[in-house]
């Protein structure tokens, strides 16, 4: 008899989103030049977030065809990493920011940095979150009744 396993959150098809982080120099016209190249090839970026010191600085982008976006880098040499994110759907920010922290913090899931999506999928504002356990995020976030957003929702 043949067992059959319910799937899990982790895999990178469900509502985990991935994210790449690009080591970009640190001068005028570097993102630009990544929008550019991802434009031309029909991808748009979704979310986005920049660090910088002195010499160079770290984009870290959330776009809606991440697949072609490994291609591109790949094949024009642009150093990236990739790791994956929660994409989490806020209906009424004040109150749910507040619920969706202190459910992570009940779990001890420790949220390593957040930044919010430039497009609004539904028409609800969306935030991007990095946490040390993707997989007791999504499960304790889903147990609160949050609706977290796959590549196919934030994709257009």
Not at 63 to 80: C, K, Q, T, Y
Not at 89 to 97: A, D, N, R, T
Not at 121 to 148: I, K, M, Q, W, Y
């Amino acid at each position: 008899m043949a067992l059959k396993f319910r799937e899990t959150t982790s895999k990178m098809d469900g509502p985990l989103v991935r994210q790449f982080s690009i080591f970009l120099p640190n001068k005028v016209g570097a993102m630009l030049d990544v929008v550019k190249l991802l434009n031309a090839h029909q991808v748009d970026v979704v979310a986005l977030s920049i660090s910088e010191s002195t010499d160079s600085a770290i984009a870290r982008i959330v776009v809606s065809d991440p697949d072609r976006v490994e291609m591109l880098f790949g094949e024009h040499d642009v150093a990236f990493g990739v790791c994956a994110m929660v994409i989490v759907e806020m209906k009424e920010v004040s109150g749910q920011l507040a619920k969706l922290l202190a459910a992570l913090l009940m779990a001890e899931v420790n949220v390593h940095f957040t930044y919010s999506l430039l497009t609004r999928p539904r028409g609800f504002a969306a935030l991007a979150l990095h946490v040390d356990d993707t997989d007791c995020a999504t499960s304790v976030l889903l147990g609160e009744n949050f609706r977290l957003l796959s590549q196919n929702d934030i994709s257009r």
